[in-house]
């Protein structure tokens, strides 16, 4: 980035994009038909199936973060970014209790994040797709029926245990219990599709890690000539194969 609203920038500054999108050209979720809103949770748990194994969990799933919009006559559903996502949850005590009832209770008390508490928000998302409620206008915790027999209302409510052990553990868990009622193909149950590593992109504001990381390797190296190998630990998406390459 050379300019800022035509003003040069001295400082040297990382930015992201996102994808622009027009407001006016979502779908409205109550214009959904049944066969739609089930095509929603498909798309829905194809993204955070590919999140969950980067490592990533999105934690803010909520009908104000999801986009559907109609291309070429096709239904297309798409999540707002992560790096959005992770400045609202640094600015969760100010935000509204409409807002809130979409977090896990865990995420609410600043506890680790993990795949369960994406299974938590997307049992909020699916309840208020499923019954056509207005999240503005009223809360899940006051109105959902947890003993209600109805097969949609049977999956939130394993979705939505305030104990995280209680819930589906993984987006095909969930799938698999969405498929007993409901007909949905999911052709994403091998990973080889979500394994096309791009290792291509460069590292970017990590100078001072790589230079302190090689220099110690390099003492370590020369101080012992014992050592046979090496091992890089960090967080799936940390960049350990780029680092080496």
């Known amino acids: ?20 999108y027009d407001p006016t050209q979502c779908i409205p979720v109550e214009k959904l038909s049944d066969d739609q809103r089930i095509e929603v949770v498909k798309q829905i748990c194809y993204g955070l199936d590919y999140l ?38 640094s600015q969760l005590g100010s935000k509204e209790e409409f807002i809130k009832q979409f977090f896990a209770p865990e995420v609410l008390r600043h506890d680790l994040a993990t795949v369960e508490s994406d299974i938590y928000s997307l049992g909020i998302f699916v309840f208020y797709l ?9 809360n899940f ?9 109805q097969e949609i209302d049977r999956l939130i409510s394993v979705m939505t245990f305030n104990n995280y052990h209680e819930r589906y553990q993984t987006i095909h ?18 990973h080889s599709y979500y ?5 291509l992109n460069p590292m970017i504001g990590r100078e001072r890690l790589k230079d302190r990381s090689l220099s110690l390797i ?16 960090g967080e799936a ?9």
Do not use: C
Request: net charge neutral.
């Open 1 to 20: 980035m050379t300019s800022i609203d035509d003003i040069l920038s001295v400082k040297k500054q990382y930015f992201y994009t996102s994808e622009y």
């Open 52 to 89: 969950h194994f980067r490592g990533v969990v999105y934690r803010f799933l909520s009908p104000f973060n999801v986009f559907i919009f109609r291309e070429e006559e096709q239904l297309v559903v798409k999540l707002n970014d992560v790096a959005s996502i992770y400045d609202t949850v």
């Open 130 to 138: 499923f019954h056509r409620m207005n999240p503005k206008k009223v």
């Open 141 to 149: 915790r006051e109105v959902f029926n947890d003993s209600s027999d």
């Open 173 to 190: 868990e969930f799938i698999n219990a969405f498929q007993k009622n409901y007909e949905l193909e999911y052709p994403f149950w091998d």
């Open 195 to 199: 394994e096309k590593l791009n290792f």
């Open 218 to 233: 390099e003492r370590k190296l020369n101080n012992s000539k014992d050592i046979r190998m090496l091992m890089i630990e």
């Open 237 to 245: 998406g940390s960049g350990k194969t780029r680092f080496f390459r």
